[in-house]
């Protein structure tokens, strides 16, 4: 148990899940809030944003009957750092689900409806726990203009950073900002997807914790990752050999298949709620703490049709500061961690009812490698192996 580990990751988590955190009985999605110091929209630094909206007058209706997958919060306030010890933080960010709740997590239908000047997209009697988008007319199309959530008080006005249509269309997603005198500056993703195709969550793993508990939620798409940014050389061969670590299986058999994952550098990117490109980002000049007030070294942002039971997008950002010199361009710990996230891993605890194992997955387990239960984890997820394309 090293120091070092007290920084380690911690999220996966922002989002819907309700494996994000220990509330086990929560049945809807939950926003998770990141407190970040500066500016949020440091995050964005380097990206190619777009500000045009992709909701027209003639497919808005396409967009009913989509349901909220992810909000994502970072707001800006002072370092409130804590020092507890790993049983705590471990418990925070237990990805397990001991029971079978999570296949009750409901999918609330949102719909497109005119409200005098305004357009307003909403679940039908604004239930707990979901929110209202207003829009304004723009030329052909409408403009998000804000955002309230049906806890909280006023509508906020809001600034968008970026508009994301899934070119399958299946999923949006609206970045947005605002800054107010009570809250300062803040910065949220929110994401919806397509509640056409419905499956049942089933196959539920006793031996492996994925990013919904147990459920096996995995890349039903061919699997893309990027490197975003302007790395340097070392940086490069950091990721790329904590990449090239999830797919040394000494299990794998010659001629077994494989899950390919196509991987690249990227110099022209767009910010992380994009839902057509899934980038580490190495960030710089930033600290991020999650509610639970610890620091954070590395965040993946999985987005999940809780409808077909994929992930549709997920991201990592690698908080540089933390991390420091662990950049070495052998794989990093943190690196490797935030990867096992991506590809669909949750967390390994000490958890009742639940085989423990050694896993890059844990926090106290002392391993900076992917272990063999990692390995084995992946195979029991894509019945293959990972390599790169
Ligand atoms: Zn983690």
Redesign the pocket.
């Known amino acids: 148990m090293s120091l070092l580990k007290l920084f380690?990751?911690?999220?996966?988590?922002t989002v819907v899940l309700p494996a994000c955190g220990s509330k086990k009985s929560e049945k809807k999605p939950e926003s998770v809030v990141y407190f970040v110091h500066g500016d949020p929209r440091r995050l964005l630094k380097g990206s190619t944003v777009n500000k045009s909206t992709f909701i027209t007058k003639e497919n808005r209706d396409n967009f009913n009957g989509f349901h909220l997958s992810g909000v994502s919060f970072f707001r800006e306030r002072e370092p409130q750092m804590k020092k507890e010890n790993f049983a705590q933080v471990e418990k925070e960010?237990s990805?397990s689900l001991k029971d079978d709740e999570s296949a009750a997590l409901e999918t609330l239908p949102y719909s497109f409806i005119e409200d005098g000047d305004e357009l307003l997209y909403e679940a039908a009697g604004n239930p707990k726990d979901s929110f209202k988008l207003s829009f304004k007319p723009v030329n052909d199309g409408y403009e998000l203009v804000g955002l309230k959530a049906s806890s909280g008080p006023d509508e906020q006005a809001v600034t968008v950073e970026h508009y994301s249509l899934k070119d399958d269309g299946n999923a949006f997603s609206f970045l947005v900002s605002w800054q107010s005198a009570e809250e300062g500056r803040t910065l949220v993703s929110i994401t919806f997807t397509s509640g056409a195709v419905t499956k049942p969550l089933i196959q539920r793993s006793s031996l492996y914790n994925y990013i919904l508990g147990h459920f096996p939620i995995k890349w039903e798409e061919d699997i893309t990752i990027n490197l975003c940014g302007s790395p340097s050389t070392l940086q490069q061969s950091t990721v790329k050999n904590s990449l090239v670590a999830w797919t040394r299986d000494a299990q794998r058999k010659p001629n077994d298949s494989t899950k390919e994952v196509a991987y690249e550098v990227k110099t022209e990117f767009a910010p992380f709620s994009d839902l057509n490109q899934h980038c580490i980002y190495l960030v710089s000049n930033f600290r991020a703490e999650n509610s639970q007030e610890f620091v954070i070294a590395?965040?993946?942002i999985p987005q999940i049709n809780t409808s077909s039971w994929e992930l549709i997008d997920s991201d990592v950002m690698i908080f540089m500061d933390i991390v420091g010199d662990g950049f070495t361009g052998q794989a990093n710990e943190t690196m490797t961690?935030?990867l096992?996230?991506f590809f669909g891993l949750?967390?390994e605890f000490e958890e009742e009812g639940h085989d423990h194992y050694r896993s890059i997955?844990g926090?106290s387990d002392g391993t900076q490698n992917v272990t063999q239960g990692d390995f084995d984890a992946i195979r029991a997820l894509y019945n293959q192996t990972l390599s790169l394309k």
């Open positions: 380690i990751s911690i999220a996966l988590c960010n990805t590395g965040l993946t961690h935030e096992g996230h949750g967390h997955m926090y």
